[in-house]
């Protein structure tokens, strides 16, 4: 497993790279989840604009306002921020790169490095400033594109997400979060997928509303983006090992699956990013393992997740109903984690009878939702033309 970038370079190239230390692996795939979504959904809506099915927003603005005092103050305490920051890690690698984001979280850093770039971020905002240059203010009508809030749509879905995924993962896991309140809020691991989606979609929906976007066919823009982000992240957790791995598997590799590598069937997860040993984690929650090798869930939902992906794309431009693309990709992505919950290590609770877990619940939720939806856009097509 490969905690950090380093650890992957240092074992794949030979090559000692310092720096790289403080790049964990998981994090560096859930940017790139966010950056490949980013481009996915500015790609559809752009489509989607040229096909008349989104219009943009007439909106006055002026152009050439002088700054506010509040502008100055934003910009001077994210330098602080930023310099406080990367001046400590500079002058304390050693300590900083051995838990960075313990690091980034405390209250360690540097004042005078994080003076120096305050000063530097008023100077660059007063460069910056119309007032500065000249320039008369004047208020103008502009037609902004829903593309050009893709930027923003994309900061409020992470946001969104991020809040929500903590949120969920602690309703779910109430022993940790109170046996470290704090530890559980700031920590970046324990991140609940279908909790994050949840608050993220309301957000989103929410800023679309205000900002003349139809709900609907943004859902069917962001449906490809949403999935392809899950893809990408779990392969974060695979590279990481972050503790989303499945049930003991102690059965040997099937015949038909010889062509792959062993650990695709079975795996260990060693030098984990939580150091945990599996055998004698399974053991604690009271599963038999003779081998300490677990189903490498993150590999089987990354190759559902860009399968699903893949015939949203292709197929996107065949759903012509507003909703419809969205409600496939609630069902495909509720039975893709219905399954996988079947072989993965999660926390149980009882309801009706059965033994569930909260992803089985919410992903048989999101089943049934999305079969209601296309039901429904079958039937009623019309009803949702002006949403």
Request: contains cysteine.
């Amino acid at each position: 497993m490969y905690p950090t970038i380093y650890d992957a370079v240092l074992d794949l190239f030979g090559l000692s790279i310092p720096p790289l230390k403080l790049l964990q692996s998981f994090g560096f795939f859930v940017a790139l989840a966010f950056l490949a979504a980013m481009f996915s959904l500015s790609k559809e809506i752009i489509r989607r604009e040229k096909s008349g099915m989104l219009k943009g927003k007439l909106e006055k603005m002026w152009v050439g306002k002088p700054l506010e005092i509040s502008e100055y103050i934003v910009s001077s305490l994210i330098g602080f921020g930023l310099g406080y920051k990367f001046v400590g890690i500079a002058l304390n690698f050693a300590e900083a790169s051995a838990n960075t984001q313990d690091y980034i979280l405390s209250s360690q850093g540097n004042v005078i490095g994080g003076i120096v770039f305050a000063a530097l971020a008023a100077y660059i905002t007063y460069r910056d400033d119309p007032k500065y240059k000249g320039i008369t203010p004047e208020e103008v009508e502009k037609m902004i594109m829903p593309h050009e809030r893709v930027g923003t749509i994309t900061m409020i879905a992470v946001v969104g997400g991020i809040l929500g995924a903590k949120i969920f993962h602690n309703i779910e896991n109430p022993d940790q979060f109170f046996a470290d309140p704090v530890g559980s809020l700031t920590s970046f691991s324990g991140l609940t997928f279908y909790g994050g989606l949840i608050c993220a979609a309301a957000a989103i929906i929410i800023y679309a509303r205000k900002n003349g976007i139809k709900p609907l066919q943004l859902c069917d823009s962001t449906a490809p983006a949403l999935i392809l982000a899950y893809g990408i992240g779990r392969i974060g957790c695979q590279v990481a090992g972050d503790g989303d791995w499945g049930i003991p598997n102690d059965a040997p590799m099937p015949q038909w699956l010889s062509f792959l590598p062993e650990w695709v069937w079975a795996y260990n997860y060693p030098n984990n990013v939580h150091h945990i040993n599996l055998q004698a984690d399974f053991m604690s929650m009271g599963l038999t393992s003779l081998t300490g090798k677990a189903f490498p869930t993150p590999i089987y939902e990354t190759t559902m997740a860009l399968t699903i992906f893949a015939g949203l794309w292709i197929f996107r431009k065949s759903f012509v109903v507003p909703g419809m693309m969205f409600c496939t990709y609630l069902v495909f992505n509720g039975v893709e984690r219905f399954l996988i919950e079947q072989i993965r290590v999660n926390v149980q609770f009882e309801l009706l009878g059965m033994m569930v877990t909260q992803a089985q619940v919410i992903s048989a939720s999101l089943i049934f939702i999305g079969l209601a939806g296309v039901v429904f856009l079958k039937l009623f097509p019309k009803k949702v033309d002006r949403l």
